[in-house]
């Protein structure tokens, strides 16, 4: 079964307390699903269209525990904590294998 993964990359961070308020409650959401955080932040070396600000890769045994996660009342409630806190592109994809 194809493993399920969330990337997130910030555009923006306005307000970091925001953000620090969000990671703590989305990894009780995560890790109820089995998600495994890969990458989170550390160094970007972006290339064309590509922004060098925070990157975040979560893997998920399955494309639909990770869209289960995303969808759980538990990560809605890290949304609100985030509410407008960072600017980001967030998927979901799933794995080729």
Same mark, same amino acid.
């Given at each position: 079964? !194809? %493993?399920?993964?969330? &990337?997130?990359?910030?555009?923006?961070?306005?307000? !970091?307390? %925001?953000?620090?308020?969000?990671? %703590?409650?989305?990894?009780?959401?995560?890790? !109820?699903?089995?998600? +495994?955080t890969?990458?989170?932040?550390?160094?970007?070396?972006?290339?064309d269209?590509? &922004?060098?600000?925070?990157?975040?890769?979560?893997?998920?045994?399955?494309?639909?525990?990770?869209?289960?996660? +995303?969808?759980?009342?538990?990560?809605?409630?890290?949304?609100?904590?985030?509410?407008?806190g960072?600017?980001?592109?967030?998927? &979901?994809?799933?794995?080729?294998?």
């Amino acid at each position: 079964m !194809p %493993k399920g993964y969330w &990337i997130s990359v910030y555009r923006t961070i306005s307000d !970091p307390e %925001k953000l620090a308020a969000y990671n %703590k409650l989305a990894r009780s959401a995560v890790q !109820p699903w089995g998600g +495994r955080t890969l990458v989170r932040g550390g160094r970007v070396a972006a290339y064309d269209a590509g &922004i060098a600000e925070r990157t975040v890769l979560v893997e998920f045994d399955s494309f639909e525990q990770a869209v289960a996660a +995303r969808e759980s009342a538990t990560y809605q409630e890290a949304l609100v904590a985030l509410s407008d806190g960072v600017e980001r592109d967030f998927r &979901i994809v799933e794995g080729i294998d």
